[in-house]
């Protein structure tokens, strides 16, 4: 089992950024896929980015490529979302998830085995 544990939320103004980070702890953090999701009050919840257990593969969604990135850290067991040139449609409750032993991105947040309580992110416009 894993827990996680985000951070880096806040309140920020269009076009300004933020950095997201997510501390693992359990088990062996390089076992786990990482997945960014996001929910939108009175939306589904949405994929958003995704590495492998190695780093060596990313995804992102459509709506974020160019924007936000993706990384991971194995050493210090802490996956990141930078997120650059806020809109407000990115206001939402950002998840990072751990998919035990994926050996691919999942977009679809049945793939995960573990959450993290989420952080909120608001850009005004």
């Known amino acids: 089992q894993v827990q996680l544990v985000e951070s880096g939320g806040g309140l920020v103004q269009a076009g300004g950024s933020l950095r997201l980070s997510c501390a693992a702890s359990?088990?062996?953090?390089?076992?786990?896929?990482m997945g960014w999701f996001r929910q939108a009050p009175g939306k589904e919840r949405e994929f958003v980015a995704g590495?492998?257990?190695?780093?060596?593969?990313?995804a992102y969604a459509d709506s974020v490529k160019g924007r936000f990135t993706v990384s991971r850290d194995n050493a210090k067991n802490t996956v990141y979302l930078q997120m650059n040139s806020l809109k407000p449609e990115d206001t939402a409750v950002y998840y990072c998830?751990?998919?035990?032993?994926?050996?691919?991105?999942?977009?679809?947040?049945?793939?995960?085995?573990?959450w993290g309580q989420g952080t909120q992110v608001t850009v005004s416009s």
């Open positions: 998830a751990a998919d035990f032993f994926g050996a691919t991105i999942g977009t679809s947040s049945r793939q995960y085995d573990y």
């Open positions: 359990g088990r062996t953090f390089s076992s786990y896929a």
């Open positions: 590495v492998t257990r190695n780093g060596g593969k990313i």
